[in-house]
């Protein structure tokens, strides 16, 4: 009876997902601007109308002559050219500049780690970011973490889910086992049943 629990526990606890592909960013991503952004607005000749402004939680920002527009989801240029489009009802021919300078991002594209992460935690996507690169800023694994059953689940592909090999990655320094992130991967690090 016992040996039979025992491999009814193994077969549990084999993977059946795929491997992360190993690319999986893209070179056309363009940074959409989250909750809890801080932005640059520079208006041109109107240092009056400068500032450095938070994105709020409902995604709205506000600033002197723009009250409540909404940043959530836009890329820094196509704020800039709302902000125009409102302060021309107050100056001729605004030329607006909007720089994120804090960078957290909407949460849709925010890379979560769960599980036995030394810190886990919710980190802003970058482009290229690779899994190497998120095991260093949550400080790696803890010694209860079963890191070559660790998964990815990309919300960018219906939530698929991947096995990742984070204990070699991590513990052993195989770089083979590296493989790019995308907005919005949960990485799941599970506990080890031994």
Do not use: H
């Not at 039979?4 to 592909?21: D, E, I, K, Q, Y």
């Not at 970058?126 to 790696?140: E, R």
């Amino acid at each position: 009876m016992t040996t039979a629990l025992v491999a009814l526990a193994l077969v549990a606890c084999s993977s059946t997902r795929p491997p992360a592909p190993a690319a999986g960013s893209s070179t056309d991503y363009n940074y959409k601007i989250g909750p809890g952004d801080n932005l640059s607005i520079v208006v041109w000749r109107n240092p009056e109308l400068s500032m450095i402004v938070p994105v709020r939680p409902d995604g709205k920002i506000s600033a002197p002559l723009v009250d409540d527009l909404n940043a959530m989801g836009k890329d820094p240029t196509t704020l800039a050219r709302d902000i125009e489009k409102e302060l021309g009802k107050f100056i001729r021919d605004p030329i607006v500049t909007v720089i994120v300078t804090g960078f957290v991002g909407p949460y849709s594209e925010q890379v979560r780690v769960v599980g036995e992460a030394a810190r886990p935690q919710t980190l802003p996507y970058k482009q290229q970011m690779t899994l190497l690169d998120v095991m260093i800023a949550v400080g790696g694994i803890t010694d209860f973490a079963d890191g070559n059953r660790a998964t990815i689940l990309r919300a960018s592909e219906n939530n698929q889910q991947y096995s990742v090999r984070l204990k070699d990655l991590v513990k052993r320094g195989d770089v083979s086992a590296n493989v790019d992130m995308k907005p919005g991967d949960i990485l799941i690090i599970p506990q080890s049943w031994f």
